[in-house]
């Protein structure tokens, strides 16, 4: 199992912290004579520009300095910095998104991630479009909590939106960027921009990267979990009067790696002799890969009119990725057998102990292939600002089409003998998606207003395919057609639709200059499915999981100190989720792995966000954020003889919480700059089932910078650190029960440190 962390560095960093606040004084009569205070942070979360301090909605944003001043690389790290986010990836192209107890590791085609993800305001449908490095951003927005008015596409549990910078007119300018660091670590960063006339502007960025892996595969010798990426973003932005303008975005991205580590952390019985010494070092069977491709294009026009203004989006993608590893992280020779019902001549060993004692019991060589492509367009119109009503309305439309393949070559050694064989299912589906929304917002008066919205939304999915191969989960290795029979194969399709209202209120209240109070209520929707992965019959293979829906309530309060030198904004939340698709393992038998499907259930979330920004001098600033989470099933939901009502939500640890100081002085005519971040989870249970054996102990990271930036913030160096203690923390967690229970973990990089040296021109 995970070994539990000491609190000893972290309390020392907290020390450190504390000391360093009542060492440097904080008064008013400072307050008046430097005159100096945070800047103004502008979001887009409700699809117009406002203040972050008077937005009624429980949203994080990371600025594009921000995030190159905490070294923030990829959604991960952003993850970790925003309370009730919780981020894991089994694998590179496949990420499980989580916010304040609700999400979704369902891979299957016919499902869909409960946590929207939005570039520029498109709807990626595919977890491969945000695995990617995060580059050429101004800005990235994580709104929580059910967004169903204004986002709705599956936003149960909240939305992150990345936001691009758009070519300028005003002239040309560019960067470039090089990092080398340990693991042969080269990455590159760099953009362009140039107007091409007084209307029209281009804009082109870039970035590639190319890493030594983390671990090592005994078995072969060679490093995996590496990464090589490359990312390519062209932009066109055309301004033909002042009141309209269009930007037309076409983007790729290639990713190719093998698959990281999966480590025997724990085993019931004849496991535990193949438990590696080292959590990132193990010997498999085979290397495998990791490859992924993600390509789009976007068309996007505002046409500022008397009336208000039509926005426009177009958007086209495609999401490919093929996924080749042993899951069951053993080193098989599959040609030594003992069969204690076959012929003996064939037996190459003489008992089953022998053969226990040349490898695990199992082998779980896995393919995953899914190819697929999207078309979208949102209309939107907002009107004039002008008077004490304000509303905005719009059309949304969607049609995403995968096509997915899962194939297994598989090696048990169990009391019965040795089982080998192949399965495989291949899966497509169709699904159309509209919705229709709007909402208004009435001032009742400088201070007071009232905001209601509603949103209908309809998704039909076609979803088909077949099912073949030897099975290892029955007593004949077969299938079950949808008629009783037992058969080496079957095809299916079957068709649903789902529609659902999701209204919303707010009232805020702007109490003073630097108190903003609001309170919310909004639901949110996810459409049904179905679940594509090891259908050992037809009738599951068509039988479709409910949508699930979530209500919440929310207070929350904005608020500024000290000449707005000092910010402090929470949120309290009950948020009611109603048939949750939950992901589980259900037995097969007393000597065969359990089998995936996903049942609905209902729960309840409620917790408490505090985020805080303090300028404590004009060279010292400290922020950070916590985020209380209760997240339990309330209702009856039966997994083999086991009920999980009263269980924890997975994913959902109950305390989590970052800090993070930044100090600058001059060295000569630069300036020099430290920072330190530490980031805090509490312990909590990978999976519903609350078993023991899926539970994650606390964990932290501590991430350090020292940068030079010259005078005219021409050029900069940094040397960088990220996870500073060398902490071994939990990307993924597995719990397989063939003979006997056995733990598979993967983890977050190690330490990692480097320089990044940036030239602007």
Same mark, same amino acid.
């Given at each position: ?76 790290d ?57 580059f ?10 059910p ?29 470039v ?31 590639t ?22 990312s ?27 698959p ?43 046409? %500022? $009119?008397? @009336?208000? !203004?039509f926005? +426009?989006?177009?958007?086209?993608? #495609?999401?490919? =990725?093929?996924?080749? *590893? ?75 089409d ?22 495989? %299912? $291949?899966? @497509?589906? !169709?699904?159309? +998606?509209?919705?229709?929304?709007? #909402?208004i917002? =009435?001032?009742?008066? *400088? ?39 037992r ?72 608020? #500024?100190?000290?000449?707005?030198r ?32 996903v ?81 805090? #989870? ?27 930036t ?5 050029w ?41 040296g940036?030239?602007?021109?």
């Amino acid at each position: 199992m995970t070994m539990r962390h000491q609190p000893t560095t972290r309390l020392n960093y907290l020390a450190l912290t504390i000391a360093a606040l009542v060492a440097t004084p904080i008064t008013p009569v400072m307050a008046e004579q430097k005159k100096f205070a945070l800047e103004e942070v502008l979001v887009t979360a409700r699809h117009k520009s406002e203040s972050l301090q008077s937005t009624p909605v429980a949203v994080s944003a990371f600025s594009e300095s921000l995030m190159k001043d905490a070294n923030i690389t990829g959604l991960d790290d952003i993850a970790g910095r925003v309370p009730g986010f919780q981020m894991n990836a089994y694998n590179a192209a496949e990420p499980e998104l989580f916010m304040r107890g609700i999400g979704s590791d369902i891979e299957s085609a016919g499902a869909a991630a409960a946590i929207g993800i939005y570039i520029d305001g498109v709807y990626i449908s595919r977890g491969t479009g945000a695995t990617g490095d995060l580059f050429d951003l101004a800005r990235v927005e994580v709104l929580r909590g059910p967004q169903g008015t204004l986002y709705g596409k599956n936003v149960v549990g909240g939305a992150v939106n990345f936001i691009t910078k758009k070519p300028s007119l005003e002239g040309s300018e560019g960067s470039v960027e090089v990092t080398l660091g340990d693991y042969q670590l080269f990455e590159t960063k760099a953009y362009y921009n140039t107007p091409i006339s007084d209307t029209v502007a281009a804009k082109v960025a870039g970035t590639t990267l190319v890493r030594d892996g983390y671990g090592k595969n005994r078995h072969t010798g060679n490093a995996v979990d590496d990464s090589e990426r490359y990312s390519l973003r062209g932009q066109v932005l055309v301004q033909p009067s002042a009141d309209l303008e269009i930007v037309l975005s076409a983007d790729g991205s290639h990713a190719n790696g093998k698959p990281r580590v999966k480590h025997i952390a724990y085993s019931e019985g004849r496991n535990q002799a193949f438990i590696s010494d080292d959590e990132r070092e193990d010997s498999s069977t085979v290397d495998g890969f990791e490859k992924s491709r993600t390509e789009g294009v976007s068309l996007r026009a505002d046409w %500022n $009119t008397d @009336a208000g !203004t039509f926005t +426009s989006i177009t958007a086209y993608r #495609q999401n490919d =990725y093929s996924i080749f *590893e042993n899951a069951a992280a053993g080193l098989v020779d599959d040609t030594q057998v003992f069969d204690p019902w076959g012929d003996p001549a064939n037996n190459t060993v003489a008992s089953p102990e022998e053969l226990a004692m040349l490898q695990p019991d199992d082998q779980w060589l896995s393919l995953k292939d899914e190819k697929s492509n999207q078309f979208s367009q949102e209309f939107r119109f907002a009107n004039s600002a002008d008077g004490n009503i304000h509303w905005q309305a719009g059309a949304f439309f969607m049609r995403e089409d995968i096509e997915r393949l899962e194939s297994v070559d598989y090696w048990f050694d169990t009391q019965w003998g040795t089982t080998a064989g192949n399965v495989s %299912n $291949t899966t @497509a589906n !169709t699904t159309n +998606s509209m919705a229709v929304f709007g #909402q208004i917002t =009435y001032d009742l008066s *400088e201070k007071l207003s009232v905001t209601t919205g509603l949103r209908w939304s309809e998704d039909e999915k076609d979803f088909g395919g077949s099912a073949s191969g030897r099975r290892f989960d029955n007593f004949d290795n077969l299938h079950e057609d949808i008629n009783g029979n037992r058969v080496a194969s079957y095809s299916f399709n079957t068709k649903e639709s789902w529609d659902e209202w999701t209204p919303s209120l707010t009232v805020d209240y702007q109490a003073s200059d630097d108190v903003f109070l609001y309170f919310s209520y909004a639901k949110g929707y996810k459409a049904g499915g179905y679940n594509g992965e090891g259908m050992e019959k037809e009738l599951e293979a068509i039988t479709p999981f409910e949508p699930e829906t979530a209500v919440n309530h929310e207070f929350g309060f904005k608020t #500024q100190w000290l000449d707005n030198r000092i910010q402090l904004n929470g949120a309290v939340f009950i948020t009611d989720y109603e048939d949750i698709q939950n992901q589980v393992w259900v037995s097969t038998g007393d000597s065969t792995p359990d089998n995936l499907q996903v049942l609905n259930g209902s729960g309840k979330a409620k917790g408490a966000e505090l985020e805080f920004t303090a300028l404590v001098t004009e060279n010292f600033n400290i922020m950070g954020s916590y985020g209380y989470l209760d997240a339990k099933f309330t209702d009856d939901l039966l997994v083999d003889d086991e009920n999980l009502k009263g269980n924890d939500m997975r994913r959902s640890p109950a305390h989590s919480f970052n800090i993070a100081t930044s100090y600058d002085w001059q060295v000569g005519d630069n300036t020099a700059n430290f920072r330190i971040d530490y980031r805090y #989870q509490d312990e909590y249970f990978f999976d519903n089932s609350n078993n023991p054996l899926t539970q994650v102990a606390s964990e932290y990271s501590v991430d350090a910078s020292l940068k030079l930036t010259s005078s005219d913030s021409s050029w900069s160096v940094k040397l960088w650190g990220k996870n500073l203690t060398d902490e071994l923390n939990v990307a993924s967690s597995t719990v397989y029960a063939a003979w006997d229970d056995t733990v598979f973990n993967v983890y977050h990089p190690p330490r990692t440190y480097g320089i990044t040296g940036s030239y602007n021109f």
